[in-house]
């Protein structure tokens, strides 16, 4: 059933204040060992992602030759480190995210966002498949706003792919420096720990082609 208070952002004022402390998470990635916690490694970018639920999300990107380090969490609202049932009360303005810690040596940010567009759909608005609300809305946050602008060119490009079959526009919400809260820790790398766990992944079948 569609709950029309969960498919708006709420302002500031209206959000839930959140708390100062951050939650406490075990640190260790548990597929690869790498520390989940902290700032980002030096040599390493970060590049946050929103594609719905979490769990599926988290799993495209953690074998990927060049990451790092993934972990999931929210961002893109108002509540200072949120709980996951606050984020699912539609009242922090946050969306689910998956961070990654990546080498641009080894893999670049269009190779990430072509993994981004395509595992997806990015016209969805407030949901993704049967997951409504605004914690399930598609996002993309760097950490700069030279990485941004090449965001928007990707999102340019992809549109420019789903307009081939008349597909939707994209609703990708884009923005830089943006804080991203940790998630519990049962949510990080959930599906390593839950093989047949829920995944709701579901993308429109249209490739990514390059940047020119």
Same mark, same amino acid.
């Given at each position: 059933?569609?709950?029309?208070?969960?498919?708006?952002?709420?302002?500031?004022?209206?959000?839930?204040?959140?708390?100062?402390?951050?939650?406490?998470?075990?640190?260790?990635?548990? $597929?690869?060992?790498?520390?989940?916690?902290?700032?980002?490694?030096?040599?390493?970018?970060?590049?946050?992602?929103?594609?719905?639920?979490?769990?599926?999300?988290?799993?495209?990107?953690?074998?990927?030759?060049?990451?790092?380090?993934?972990? $999931?969490?929210?961002?893109?609202?108002?509540?200072?480190?949120?709980?996951?049932?606050?984020?699912?009360?539609?009242?922090?303005?946050?969306?689910?995210?998956?961070?990654?810690?990546? +080498?641009?040596?080894?893999?670049?940010?269009?190779?990430?966002?072509?993994?981004?567009?395509?595992?997806?759909?990015?016209?969805?608005?407030?949901?993704?498949?049967?997951?409504?609300?605004?914690?399930?809305?598609?996002? $993309?946050?760097?950490?700069?706003?030279? +990485?941004?602008?090449?965001?928007?060119?990707?999102? +340019?490009?992809?549109?420019?792919?789903? +307009?081939? $079959?008349?597909?939707?526009?994209?609703?990708?919400?884009?923005?830089?420096?943006?804080?991203?809260?940790?998630?519990?820790?049962?949510?990080?790398?959930?599906?390593?720990?839950?093989?047949?766990?829920?995944?709701?992944?579901?993308?429109?079948?249209?490739?990514?082609?390059?940047?020119?």
């Amino acid at each position: 059933m569609w709950r029309p208070k969960l498919m708006a952002i709420p302002s500031a004022e209206e959000a839930i204040p959140g708390r100062s402390e951050p939650m406490t998470v075990e640190p260790l990635h548990f $597929v690869n060992g790498h520390d989940i916690t902290g700032n980002c490694p030096a040599g390493l970018k970060e590049l946050s992602v929103g594609m719905g639920c979490f769990w599926g999300a988290e799993r495209l990107f953690w074998s990927l030759p060049g990451v790092y380090a993934t972990a $999931v969490g929210y961002g893109g609202g108002y509540t200072e480190n949120p709980t996951y049932d606050e984020v699912c009360s539609g009242n922090t303005g946050h969306t689910e995210l998956v961070r990654i810690w990546y +080498d641009p040596a080894q893999i670049s940010l269009e190779q990430l966002l072509a993994v981004f567009w395509e595992q997806h759909d990015p016209t969805q608005g407030m949901r993704q498949g049967n997951d409504i609300g605004t914690q399930y809305r598609s996002a $993309v946050f760097t950490e700069n706003d030279e +990485d941004l602008r090449l965001v928007r060119a990707s999102l +340019d490009q992809y549109q420019r792919c789903l +307009d081939t $079959v008349r597909a939707p526009e994209i609703t990708t919400e884009l923005r830089a420096g943006i804080p991203f809260y940790l998630a519990e820790t049962y949510h990080q790398q959930y599906l390593a720990k839950n093989p047949n766990g829920y995944c709701g992944l579901s993308g429109c079948q249209v490739p990514y082609r390059p940047l020119p």
